[in-house]
């Protein structure tokens, strides 16, 4: 039987599109159904309670959908609400998040020191740390919140001197004198990859989770036979609200024209 079902993508806003051009790209044949909550990002300064509250809506919605599998596309979700969301709809479909992967990529590239840039939640939950640690105990992981890279680069603020400014800035961290590699634990980062590597000039690797989640989710597909065979593919976008910047914004992070269908499942 000819498997068609989308893969179900969610993130607090526009940023996960990042993760769903790399799937995109990877997989062509596979449809996507994506789930931006716009109403409520960013999540990066909400309580745990309350990401977990808007992951299992959005979470319930693509398992209606009749989604093959869900990706948490978002840090801040991935860390606060992936236990819960693993917890209640594995039995029924696969759950993956985008930090699993990306841990796995650098414990595999055998790094000792390690920087992170990412939301507020994400740092303060340690997650990358504990997991890195789990598995390489004597690699040091140093963290830092950067929140104001996700509103400027929604902005369309990135590859300009005012976003150079501020990523100067917040790459001045003292212990990231030292790192090997730098992780962009947010998905919106991808869009300032560029200008974070030309200010470590080549001196330090950068990574984000955009393509090893990619990879990922084609090795456990194929695992579970239900990679898609022929180019059927239709995607579509769903946010929970809908602004003339975000549809902009919205073609800027996926690369292609996108269109855009307004349905807010917290009415």
Same mark, same amino acid.
């Given at each position: @039987?000819?498997?068609?079902?989308?893969?179900?993508?969610?993130?607090?806003?526009?940023?996960?599109?990042?993760?769903?051009?790399?799937? !995109?790209?990877?997989?062509?044949?596979?449809?996507?159904?994506?789930?931006?909550?716009?109403?409520?990002?960013?999540?990066?300064?909400?309580?745990?309670?309350?990401?977990?509250?808007?992951?299992?809506?959005?979470?319930?919605?693509?398992?209606?959908? !009749?989604?093959?599998?869900?990706?948490?596309?978002?840090?801040?979700?991935?860390?606060? =609400?992936?236990?819960?969301?693993?917890?209640?709809?594995?039995?029924?479909?696969?759950?993956?998040?985008?930090?699993?992967?990306?841990?796995?990529?650098?414990?595999? %590239?055998?790094?000792?020191?390690?920087?992170?840039?990412?939301?507020?939640?994400?740092?303060?939950?340690?997650? $990358?740390?504990?997991?890195?640690?789990?598995?390489?105990?004597?690699? !040091?992981? =140093?963290?830092?919140?950067?929140? %104001?890279?996700?509103? @400027?680069?929604?902005?369309?603020?990135?590859?300009?001197?005012?976003?150079?400014?501020?990523?100067?800035?917040?790459?001045?961290?003292?212990?990231?004198?030292?790192?090997?590699?730098? +992780? +962009?634990?947010?998905?919106?980062?991808?869009?300032?990859?560029?200008?974070?590597?030309? $200010?470590?000039?080549?001196?330090?690797?950068?990574?984000?989770?955009?393509?090893?989640?990619?990879?990922?989710?084609?090795?456990?597909? !194929?695992?579970?036979? %239900? +990679?898609?065979?022929?180019?059927?593919?239709?995607?579509?976008?769903?946010?929970?609200?809908?602004?003339?910047?975000?549809?902009?914004?919205?073609? @800027?992070?996926?690369?292609?024209?996108?269109?855009?269908?307004?349905?807010?499942?917290?009415?």
């Amino acid at each position: @039987m000819q498997e068609k079902r989308p893969i179900g993508i969610f993130d607090s806003g526009i940023g996960g599109l990042t993760v769903a051009k790399a799937i !995109n790209r990877l997989l062509p044949n596979e449809s996507i159904i994506y789930y931006g909550d716009t109403k409520h990002l960013p999540y990066g300064d909400k309580s745990v309670s309350t990401i977990k509250r808007y992951a299992k809506g959005i979470s319930s919605f693509l398992v209606k959908q !009749n989604c093959k599998c869900i990706i948490i596309a978002c840090n801040s979700a991935s860390t606060a =609400a992936f236990s819960d969301i693993h917890s209640l709809f594995s039995n029924t479909i696969p759950i993956y998040n985008v930090v699993d992967p990306l841990v796995e990529k650098i414990i595999e %590239l055998d790094y000792n020191n390690v920087g992170l840039i990412a939301t507020k939640a994400t740092v303060a939950s340690n997650v $990358y740390k504990t997991k890195l640690q789990s598995k390489k105990r004597n690699i !040091n992981v =140093a963290s830092l919140a950067t929140p %104001l890279l996700v509103p @400027m680069i929604e902005e369309g603020f990135y590859k300009n001197e005012i976003s150079s400014s501020v990523i100067n800035e917040y790459l001045k961290y003292e212990p990231f004198n030292t790192i090997e590699t730098l +992780l +962009l634990a947010c998905t919106h980062y991808p869009l300032i990859k560029n200008e974070v590597e030309g $200010y470590f000039k080549g001196k330090v690797d950068v990574h984000d989770s955009t393509d090893v989640v990619a990879q990922w989710v084609q090795k456990e597909l !194929n695992k579970r036979n %239900l +990679l898609s065979e022929q180019n059927l593919a239709q995607h579509k976008f769903y946010f929970s609200d809908i602004t003339p910047a975000f549809k902009v914004a919205a073609k @800027m992070f996926f690369e292609k024209p996108i269109s855009v269908t307004l349905h807010d499942i917290w009415v």
